[in-house]
C-alpha cells in the first residue's frame, strides 16, 4: 500500500512538470524551424526590393531622363569610403553616391547625393525616417537638405557651410552633415572621372 501512495504522487510531478516542458520545447523548436524556413524565402525578396529602392533613389537624384538601362552601379564592397553604401553612374559622368550615418539613438540616416562631371553636387536626398518625428526628421525634408544643391564637391561640408544644423536636432543634423561629407571622398577618391 506505500509503494501505491508513492506513485501516485510521482506519477502526478510528471504529468504536471515535465510533460509540459517537453511539450513547450518541441513547440519552440518546432517554431524556430518554421522561422528559419520563412527567413530563407523572404531574404531574396527582401534584398531584391532594397536593390530597386537603392535603383529608384539613383535615378532620383541623378539628371532627368536616367534610365535605370544606362547607370553603371558599383557595389559597396568594390569602394573603400567609410559608410557608403554604393554608387551608380550615367555615360556623361554624372554621378550618385549613397552613404550613411548613426543619427539619434544610433540609427542611420541615408543620403543619395549626386554630382555632375566637375564635382558640383546637383542634387541629394536624405531619408531621415529613422530619427524623431518632428525633430531629426526635418533633416529629411527638402526645406533643409536643398541648401546643399550647388556646393563645390572637391570641399567638406559643416554646420552653417553650406546650410545650418536644425535647432534641437544637432545630432541628426550632424549625420547629415558626415554622410554627404563622405560621399564627397568617395567621389573624389574613387569615382571622379569613370565615365
Not at 83 to 96: H, K, N, Q, R, S
Not at 155 to 175: C, E, K, L, R, Y
Amino acid at each position: 500500500m506505500a509503494n501505491k501512495q508513492n506513485a501516485a504522487p510521482q506519477e502526478s510531478v510528471v504529468k504536471t512538470m515535465v510533460v509540459p516542458v517537453i511539450v513547450l520545447v518541441v513547440i519552440c523548436v518546432v517554431c524556430s524551424a518554421i522561422l528559419a524556413v520563412l527567413n530563407d524565402m523572404t531574404a531574396p525578396i527582401i534584398e531584391e526590393n532594397t536593390r530597386l529602392e537603392t535603383l529608384n533613389s539613383y535615378i532620383e537624384v541623378l539628371p532627368e531622363g536616367t534610365q535605370a538601362d544606362s547607370l553603371t552601379q558599383v557595389e559597396a564592397d568594390a569602394l573603400q569610403t567609410d559608410g557608403v553604401e554604393g554608387a551608380a553612374y550615367t555615360a556623361d559622368g554624372a554621378v550618385a553616391v549613397k552613404s550613411a550615418s548613426n543619427g539619434y539613438s544610433g540609427k542611420a540616416v541615408t543620403v543619395y547625393v549626386a554630382f555632375d562631371s566637375t564635382g558640383t553636387i546637383t542634387n541629394i536626398k536624405v531619408d531621415a525616417s529613422t530619427q524623431t518625428a518632428g525633430i531629426g526628421s526635418k533633416t529629411g525634408e527638402e526645406s533643409f537638405y536643398s541648401g546643399f544643391v550647388g556646393w563645390d564637391g572637391s570641399q567638406q561640408v559643416s554646420s552653417g557651410s553650406p546650410v545650418d544644423a536644425i535647432a534641437g536636432a544637432t545630432v541628426s543634423s550632424n549625420a547629415v552633415f558626415k554622410a554627404v561629407n563622405q560621399a564627397i571622398d568617395c567621389y573624389n577618391n574613387e569615382l571622379k572621372g569613370v565615365a
